[in-house]
């Protein structure tokens, strides 16, 4: 029911009937249209040497905006094209200069193209158009009038003079309108845009990648109504001279060819996308748009020459063996751009992240010196120039300042040894990785084993990445998860370096959360990975995978 509704949609829409309403005006219009252009250009040529050119050339220009506006309007209502008509050229100061801005305004040639083009194509489309529509007609309702004609009726290589064979019509006929009804949407749209570009009033010249494909895309149309008006006329021809031997059929795909070729690689060139998801580019594409093309045009001259021996088979196995090889070499390069780009994209989003990391490691720097040991030394600094001035007057109110100032000294060096550790631990470069992870966990309020296998030192980068993870998860083991026992394990099996990290706590850890996403793009900086398992109730894993090669 689905294909039999989108057959018949063009006979339910209002557009189908306005498109062949506007098609057919020129019939009407064609010969006004005409008149009035060969009139007024006879009495430009004939004036040509006396002064009354000018008048004449503005009288030209007046009568070809009203029947630009005329067309536009047309237009507008039964196609749907959104037309602003050019103001015309503003004119100097004289007698002359008048008709000289008529003869130099490029709206007024414009529209004198216009309708050149709609009293000759477009004639020849609405005689099409209405033949179409009164043969299938006639063809429907054959049965009902055939046997008026003494003799019966042509229909190409069939002799209706029956009444089965008048029936056997009606789905000829049908087909027909079928077939005009659904020829009539992109017939409109290319004159919509046809009289869009030659009547309205010209656009700001969008973006270059824009401008290029609607120029493309204009220069197709224009090469399709020349080609569909050429084929009319020569249609007319053979209609109005002989029913014999169909000769157009041969202009037809002689120019076909080449309008086949040049739309195709306009869609080609506008639409990169579609090829590039099928892991092939756009030159696959326009080599396999030309191979059709070639292959329809052969078919065809086969078909109307006699048929016979079915010779562009060659043509075709050619096509298939260029095409197949094309195909092979995108797709076997493709699997090495591919893995390119993943690395590219990979590089790219591990930079980003070691850049975030390093600023947020330079942020709580600067806020844990800020906060504790710059404190701690200003007020050092106050309390020993306090106990400078009292230690003539009050020897024992400064030895209490003293005091004060060597346990404040204390405690900022404590801090800043603290502040060290956190940005590299001592143990970490003088005793290695086991060490310092032991060093951690004699430090945990909870309960942690650990179990490093690693034969070789990894390198200082991969080693405080390691020990971070580890210390990141004891953290959060002991704040979030409630844990009472944390088991580390790490081992390195060839050139990676593994880091598992498992609690008995209440789970649900949010990977996205501050401490564990720092993690992540800090063994992300070192091409690693990392992943966390905290489903609610527990345990929470999180494993680290380090490159140390």
């Known amino acids: 029911m689905t294909t039999v509704a989108s057959i018949?949609?063009?006979?339910?829409q209002a557009r189908t009937?306005?498109?062949?309403?506007?098609?057919?005006?020129?019939?009407?219009?064609?010969?006004?249209?005409?008149?009035?252009?060969?009139?007024?250009?006879?009495?430009?040529?004939?004036?040509?040497?006396?002064?009354?050119?000018?008048?004449?050339?503005?009288?030209?220009?007046?009568?070809?905006?009203?029947?630009?506006?005329?067309?536009?309007?047309?237009?507008?209502?039964?196609?749907?094209?959104?037309?602003?008509?050019?103001?015309?050229?503003?004119?100097?100061?004289?007698?002359?200069?008048?008709?000289?801005?008529?003869?130099?305004?490029?709206?007024?040639?414009?529209?004198?193209?216009?309708?050149?083009?709609?009293?000759?194509i477009g004639f020849g489309i609405a005689v099409a158009l209405i033949s179409a529509v009164a043969v299938g007609f006639g063809l429907l309702f054959a049965p009902a009038w055939y046997w008026a004609i003494d003799k019966g009726i042509d229909v190409g290589v069939w002799h209706v003079s029956t009444l089965p064979a008048a029936l056997a019509m009606i789905p000829v006929g049908l087909a027909v309108l079928i077939v005009t009804a659904?020829?009539?949407?992109?017939?409109?749209?290319?004159?919509?845009?046809?009289?869009?570009?030659?009547?309205?009033?010209?656009?700001?010249?969008?973006?270059?990648?824009?401008?290029?494909?609607?120029?493309r895309r204009r220069a197709v149309v224009i090469h399709a109504l020349v080609v569909g008006g050429l084929n009319l006329v020569l249609i007319l021809i053979w209609a109005l001279t002989s029913h014999g031997y169909?000769?157009?059929?041969?202009?037809?795909?002689?120019?076909?060819?080449?309008?086949?070729?040049?739309?195709?690689?306009t869609w080609v060139l506008a639409r990169p996308d579609v090829w590039v998801e099928r892991r092939l580019d756009e030159s696959f594409g326009i080599h396999a748009g030309v191979w059709v093309c070639l292959n329809v045009f052969n078919i065809g001259v086969w078909a109307v020459s006699g048929h016979g021996y079915f010779w562009p088979v060659w043509t075709l196995l050619a096509a298939a063996v260029a095409l197949g090889i094309h195909a092979a070499a995108l797709l076997l390069s493709h699997r090495d751009r591919e893995v390119l780009t993943e690395r590219i994209e990979t590089l790219e989003t591990s930079r980003a992240g070691a850049v975030d990391v390093q600023e947020a490691e330079l942020r709580r720097i600067e806020r844990d010196l800020h906060d504790g040991a710059q404190a701690r030394l200003v007020a050092l600094?106050?309390?020993?120039?306090?106990?400078?001035?009292?230690?003539?007057?009050?020897?024992?109110?400064?030895?209490?300042?003293?005091?004060?100032?060597?346990?404040?000294?204390?405690?900022?060096?404590?801090?800043?040894r603290d502040l060290a550790r956190g940005i590299h631990p001592p143990v970490l470069a003088d005793r290695g990785l086991q060490a310092a992870i032991q060093a951690l966990a004699a430090a945990s309020p909870i309960t942690v084993s650990v179990s490093v296998?690693?034969?070789?030192?990894?390198?200082?980068?991969?080693?405080?990445?390691?020990?971070?993870?580890?210390?990141?998860?004891?953290?959060?083991?002991?704040?979030?998860?409630?844990?009472?026992?944390?088991?580390?394990?790490?081992?390195?099996?060839?050139?990676?370096?593994?880091?598992?990290?498992?609690?008995?706590?209440?789970?649900?850890?949010?990977?996205?959360?501050?401490?564990?996403?720092g993690l992540a793009r800090r063994v992300g900086a070192l091409d690693g990975t990392l992943s966390v398992d905290s489903p609610a109730g527990g345990p929470t894993t999180i494993r680290a995978e380090l490159p140390c090669g």
Do not use: C
Request: proline fraction near 6%.
């Open 381 to 416: 600094g106050m309390s020993l120039g306090m106990a400078e001035q009292k230690l003539a007057a009050d020897p024992e109110a400064a030895r209490a300042l003293l005091e004060e100032a060597r346990t404040g000294a204390g405690e900022a060096l404590r801090e800043l």
């Open 8 to 12: 018949l949609r063009p006979f339910e």
């Open 453 to 517: 296998d690693a034969t070789a030192r990894p390198k200082p980068p991969v080693e405080s990445a390691a020990y971070f993870v580890v210390a990141e998860s004891l953290a959060n083991a002991g704040k979030h998860a409630r844990a009472t026992h944390v088991d580390v394990r790490v081992t390195r099996v060839g050139d990676v370096l593994s880091v598992t990290v498992t609690d008995n706590g209440m789970g649900g850890a949010d990977p996205s959360g501050g401490g564990l996403s």
């Open 182 to 215: 659904h020829l009539l949407r992109p017939l409109a749209s290319l004159w919509r845009t046809l009289s869009s570009t030659l009547l309205g009033e010209f656009e700001a010249r969008p973006p270059a990648l824009d401008y290029a494909r609607a120029t």
């Open 246 to 265: 169909f000769w157009p059929v041969w202009t037809i795909l002689a120019l076909g060819l080449p309008l086949g070729i040049h739309a195709w690689v």
């Open 17 to 120: 009937y306005e498109a062949l309403a506007f098609f057919a005006s020129a019939l009407v219009l064609a010969g006004i249209w005409l008149a009035i252009l060969i009139t007024g250009w006879t009495l430009v040529a004939v004036l040509a040497i006396t002064p009354l050119i000018v008048p004449a050339m503005i009288g030209m220009g007046y009568a070809t905006r009203g029947l630009a506006f005329a067309e536009a309007e047309l237009a507008r209502r039964m196609l749907g094209a959104e037309i602003e008509l050019p103001r015309p050229k503003t004119a100097g100061r004289g007698f002359w200069a008048r008709g000289w801005a008529v003869a130099t305004d490029l709206g007024f040639w414009r529209a004198q193209a216009y309708l050149v083009m709609r009293l000759s």
